[in-house]
Structures are given as structure tokens and as C-alpha cells.
């Protein structure tokens, strides 16, 4: 796997070091899912679980979308993957799903996340509430953070299920 991700600082201002973290593991998710094909992103891990590389991308897609779009900036735009009627469609229907398609998609929505965040201070307020509670920039990156950890120790897993590559 080549390893393209942004260093991280030992030491540096909260800004820098939220965003590099997220960064990081943003690119830890594309290493794991590095040189496989559509049908090894595909494969589900043991049952009952159906997670698959490419469900996981699918839903990062949506969570970054979810947070940065609509929690953040109030956008009126619909949920990825028919998530709006079905909750784990994002996970459930890879069978027949294009990974060209899920990539660039969710590479489309860190694009726009990026921006987003890049003009927002930490303390900025979303503009919509989560469970009837206001959120904050600073807290959405930190849950980001949190949700892509804890998705890349899954992938972690599906990889070498997958192929038997294994590091971070």
C-alpha cells in the first residue's frame, strides 16, 4: 500500500491538528481500499455482518455530506444512496453498486467538507441541530474523526480478509 497521507504534527494549533488528523484518516480509508477491484471492495466480511469496503466509502460519503452539508451549512439536499427510506441502504445495496461511482462521490463530499470547514471558525454553531442540540464546528471535526477511526479499523479487518494486507 503506498502511503500518501498528510503527516502529523506532534505539536501544533487545535485548527491544524483537527484537520490533520481527519486528513489522515480520510487517507488511511483510500490506502484500504488501494489496488483492490470492484468485486474484492464488494466483499462483505463474516456473517451476520454484511460491512464491506465498499459500503464503508458509501457511507463516509454520506456521514461527511450529513455533517459538513447539512448539520454545518443547512443544505436542503437528500441523503446519499436512499438513505432517506432505507438506513443502511448505504451498506446493504453494494451488490450491484460502482465503486468509480462511490469514490468520487465521496471524494465530491470531503472536497466540499474542506471547504466548507476552512471557512468556519471551531466555535461556529451548525446551522441545524442534532437530537434538539446545537452543534459546533470544532465538535463535528472531532466526531469525524472519531467516525472514520473507527470505520478504518473495520476496513482495517475487511483488507485482510480480503487480500491479507494488513497495517495502518
Request: hydrophobic share 40%.
Amino acid at each position: 500500500m503506498t502511503d500518501n497521507r498528510v503527516p502529523l504534527p506532534y505539536a501544533a494549533d487545535e485548527r491544524t491538528m483537527l484537520n490533520n488528523w481527519l486528513e489522515w484518516h480520510r487517507g488511511t480509508l483510500v490506502m484500504k481500499c488501494e489496488g483492490l477491484t470492484e468485486e474484492q471492495l464488494r466483499e462483505r466480511s463474516v456473517e451476520p455482518s454484511g460491512l464491506s469496503l465498499l459500503g464503508l466509502v458509501r457511507h463516509l460519503a454520506h456521514v461527511e455530506r450529513v455533517w459538513f452539508r447539512q448539520i454545518l451549512n443547512d443544505e436542503d439536499i437528500p441523503r446519499l444512496w436512499g438513505k432517506d427510506t432505507r438506513q443502511d441502504a448505504d451498506f446493504d445495496d453494494v451488490d450491484t453498486a460502482s465503486a468509480e461511482e462511490a469514490f468520487a462521490v465521496w471524494q465530491e463530499e470531503v472536497e466540499i467538507a474542506r471547504k466548507l470547514s476552512a471557512a468556519l471558525p471551531l466555535e461556529a454553531t451548525g446551522k441545524r441541530q442534532r437530537h434538539g442540540e446545537d452543534v459546533t464546528h470544532r465538535w463535528v471535526l472531532v466526531h469525524m474523526i472519531e467516525e472514520y477511526a473507527r470505520h478504518n479499523g473495520h476496513a482495517d479487518l475487511l483488507r485482510e480478509r480480503v487480500d491479507g494486507t494488513v497495517g495502518d
